[in-house]
Nanobody, 118 residues
Framework: QVQLVESGGGLVQAGGSLRLSCAAS????????MGWFRQAPGKEREFVATINWTGGSTAYADSVKGRFTISKDNAKNTVYLQMNSLKPEDTAVYYC???????????WGQGTQVTVSS
């Protein structure tokens, strides 16, 4: 069974940084695209960033380009989201996602709260 466990959320002032981690277990993720999504109160869940487990190609939402960096550690089966220059509008619950390529398999973590104060 696939498990995604996020950590690293918290409260930070605007302009600060946080690093989120997503520990993945339960299968080999070589054919997965790993991603981060977020959901603010009263809003729909939105895409933040993705990374291909094999090859490492990345994609970012326009709102976070240049501020956030997604990366992975194959040995630890962990995906990271380094968030710099945080803004109050980045406040949301951040979810880790694992999507198997060319299938309908799609998994979510439980989420971690990020709050950016102004």
């Amino acid at each position: 069974q696939v498990q995604l466990v996020e950590s690293g959320g918290g409260l930070v002032q605007a302009g600060g940084s946080l690093r989120l981690s997503c520990a993945a277990s339960g299968r080999t993720f070589s054919r997965y695209v790993m991603g981060w999504f977020r959901q603010a109160p009263g809003k729909e869940r939105e895409f933040v960033a993705t990374i291909n487990w094999t090859g490492g190609s990345t994609a970012y939402a326009d709102s976070v380009k240049g501020r956030f960096t997604i990366s992975k550690d194959n040995a630890k089966n962990t995906v990271y989201l380094q968030m710099n220059s945080l803004k109050p509008e980045d406040t949301a619950v951040y979810y880790c996602n694992a999507k198997a390529q060319h299938t309908i398999l799609n998994y979510w973590g439980q989420g971690t709260q990020v709050t950016v104060s102004s």
